[in-house]
């Protein structure tokens, strides 16, 4: 149920269904208390979209009596709800207010990862800095206009004299960003783009101020103030940019339990938080919960779905002994664990220690607009020396070069320059926003447009490790007893049997699961049996099948009835995307952690012939490495946890909004929707935006190669060089804007096109 | 040229007036939920909601 029509929702779908409602315990955790007994919950409701989503959702939560105050942000996508810890009918459960949002829209709601504040701070300084010097620079070229219209002597002096004081202290709270910046670089030993922008716009001020007191008639406030404000509004672009993209993939469900249940030594139960849970602690899982910390398996027998952790696709069985990891999810039955790590030591811990000795592309990458400042900077002032010493000697008045070398310095400010890269970032960005596809940094761009191999994880990735029905054999009366029997099992195959089958299914009830066999029910006309061929039929046979196949039987007392054939199934789009991969010219690769049998049956599926199976995953984040060694610019794209080094040690990396909270951090893109075709789109349109930006630097360049010579002659006044620098930052805000014209010519192109033969694919060597 | 003494500080008035009044809206959290203003206006019978407690329950932590 929806609260709007079908079709309409689901901007943001999610691969992995089996999203766990966070329990009351969690939840309590994640509140924050405002006043005693008031507290406050913050959820992230992905499917909100919009008005009657909002109306349907406040109206709903205001209804309960603990409610006090509901608001839903439309453009995060949250709820915030104030609510009173005690009512009149007792102390509130914090999950029931899920199950108001749930039963109210049809919408899942859940907790999400906790931070950005700071962040969003910076926007708010950004933008106050964009509007005191957008009225700074408007109230400036407003005097400045007059001045070149013909005010004279005094009536000019005061015009500048008050310029002069509006531009002070717009200088300071706007150019802060810029002076702070070039400062760290400065004082690092290098040089980026802000240190000539700071350095121009402090030099034409003093100037300008110098000028101004000996009642002088040119004065360059109004390119001060102009230039300040074109090159915030760059800034806040770029940040904002960052902090949409931040917003949505915080926004994903954590997937890492905050917490677990402690069985305590006079046998109550107790939530806690992960870091209070201590080796030797006993820990309860029900069944659909995420394990929290390792530990070993005292009471209880279990199947866990380990895709997560090591990219295994089948799930793993697990009786009293057996050793679990955290971040896996308990399916059939409950357990009582014995916590062997804390939640610092855990898997995830050893993890999280391989990312950091990973010394990633990203780290050795400098930004493109850094790259051209390293050479830009040194010329440019070099410049505006020489002219002065030469002005100095030849002319013999010194004043006079002073102002030439000035006016050399703000013609050739790199006001174009520095808006050529971000606001094709910005375009280009908001461009995959709208497919889905999350950009975490400009750079992550640029990289991504470098790249010559492509990486992939298989569980979770190229497929979405959760398997599918491909055959069924057997009557259709025994396929619904089947999809009856599997409506009673959190067993993923039981779930994907449910799924396929459409129709009336017979009423059944007291289902036995035996974990790690199936399940078996006793009727009128005997026992009924759905799971493994040893588990459901007395005569044994050996297993028919195998590899990447898994086959579940239904028999009636021990008589085969139905057999039902699953495979993982496949991303949507899997092979067309890895056709456009190859079609770009890039070699695709697959690195798992699955058995050799599936990868190399997925391999063959979707043409991709470079294959290894059963990695650890330093062993991946190893093979990245060796690919790295020998020149390969590499794209990882992979979800689990054992991805996340491989990720990080990848000069670029994507993952599915479904991965591991630890991939989803460690990754550069994030993708929202389930098809696979985002990795293509994503390099297509970084390719695009890269081209962008070298002509947007080809025409600054070229912009200078012209105005330059004016200055240096010595005809540059104030007028001609507003103009000049106003021109110059539109054309490169306008080229940048082709970017949406020319990709989506190019889509009407490719889908025109599209099943065209194929060139043969080139080979990588992961080995 | 004796009305420049006026005409200038009301032109920089007026600015001034502009920016801190988009300050003020910026402080005051009325860009915080762009896409859900563009709805709630549409929404017939709303309860008031007072715009500072919104705004401090939109964004609580940011001390402003």
Redesign the interface.
Known sequence: MSCCAPGTEGSLEFSRASLIMPSSEELMLAS?S?TPGVR?TDLSVPGVH??TC??TIEKALQAEPSVQ?A??????RRV?I?WAEETAAGRTDPQELLRVIKSASGYDAHLFMNEE?AA??LR?QL??GV??TG?AA??IM??SVSVWSGAEAA?RD?FHW?SAM?AAPALIYGGRFFYASAWNALRQGRTNMDVPIALAITLSYAVSLWETMHHGEHAWFDATASLLFFLLIGRTLDHLMRDRARAAITGLARLSPRGAVLLTADGSREYRSVEEITPGDRVAVAAGDRIAVDGIVEIGESELDVSIVNGESVPQAVKPGSVVRAGTVNLTGSLVLKATASARNSFLAEIISLMEAAEGGRARYRRIADRAAQIYSPAVHLLALTSFVCWGIFGGDWKQAMLIAISVLIITCPCALGLAVPVVQVVAAGRLFRSGIMVKDGSAMERLAEIDTVVFDKTGTLTLGRPQLVEARGKPAHQAMAAAIAAHSRHPLSEALRAAHAGPVPAIDAVQERPGEGVSVETAQGEYRLGKRTFACSAQFGSRISGAVSEVVLSLDGEELACFLFEDELRPAAEAAIDRVHDMGLVAGILSGDRESVVSSVGRKLGIASWRAELTPKEKAEAVAALASEEHKVLMVGDGINDAPALSTAYVSMAPASAADIGRQAADFVFMHESLAAVPTAVDVSRRAARLIRENFALAIGYNIIAVPIALAGFATPLIAAVAMSTSSIIVVVNALRLNRIVKVSEIAASKDAPQAKPAAAEVRLA | MNMLIYLIPVALALGGLGLGAFLWSLKNGQYEDLDGAAWRVLDDDETPVAPVEARSLNSPQSGK
């Open positions: 924050r405002l406050q919009c008005g909002i109306t105050h608001r839903v942000n439309l453009s995060t915030s104030t504040e969003d701070r708010t933008l106050r509007a005191v009225f408007a109230n407003l005097l009536t005061l008050i509006i």
